[in-house]
């Protein structure tokens, strides 16, 4: 099966429709499919649910579906650097579904890993254990948590072969690879794509079988969410 793409919009054309649920990789603005994003952005479709560890920043990342008002609800564990985002979760006009870090991640490697639940101490006796279930496991009392599947998942790898096996850079490993299980149909885009046969089995970060297409994004921006510099002497 050929799984490589000529574009992301091509990548995208059959599969996006208005109110899916859509995972999206990366951290901050690093390791985010930017051309995936984009293509979405173009693509037109409305009422979605994003999943993501963050919502990026005004214009850039999943910034510019809310500029867009295609997102209608935003899984996440944070939002801070977007105002946009403020002003519509203020407003009442976009819904926020707060998860914790380490409990967003887990939600999605279970999903793709086929657990419905698990049981977690994160957010007990907070607003994040609110209406769920609570139970006690040798004397400590524990939230639990459903695990979280996208229609589609859109996520960043720095190379992939064309069976769609990958290999992260850094800190794009962080959210990527539990997004790629997490997605009933997975588009990666990559910056290097190889032949089968050529990445080193033991270097190879998430399995071919979770990637159904890849489009290669060779010169990505890689913008910079907050630049900081040291002063001189």
Do not use: W
């Amino acid at each position: 099966m050929n799984k490589v793409y000529p574009d992301a919009a091509t990548a995208l054309a059959d599969i996006v429709k208005d109110g899916q649920t859509i995972a999206v990789g990366g951290f901050g603005l690093c390791g985010i499919p930017e051309a995936l994003i984009a293509a979405l952005r173009d693509s037109g479709v409305q009422n979605l649910t994003a999943i993501s560890n963050n919502a990026g920043v005004d214009g850039f990342g999943l910034g510019q579906l809310l500029t867009t008002r295609q997102i209608k609800k935003m899984i996440a564990s944070y939002v801070g650097e977007n105002k946009e985002f403020e002003r519509q979760y203020l407003a009442g006009e976009l819904a926020l579904e707060f998860t914790p870090q380490g409990t967003l991640a887990e939600k999605l490697r279970a999903g793709g890993a086929g657990i419905p639940a698990f049981f977690t101490k994160t957010g007990v006796g907070t607003l994040v254990a609110e209406g769920k279930e609570i139970r006690e496991f040798d004397g400590e009392q524990y939230v639990m948590e459903r695990s979280l599947v996208a229609d589609v998942s859109l996520v960043k790898a720095y190379k992939a072969d064309k069976a769609g096996n990958l290999v992260f850079n850094k800190t794009a490993r962080n959210f990527n690879p539990n997004v790629a299980m997490a997605g009933k149909i997975t588009v990666v885009e990559v910056e290097h794509l190889v032949e089968v046969g050529e990445l080193d089995p033991d270097q190879i970060h998430t399995a071919g079988i979770f990637v159904h297409r890849i489009v290669v994004n060779a010169t990505p921006e890689k913008r910079i969410e907050q630049r900081t510099v040291s002063k001189g002497n």
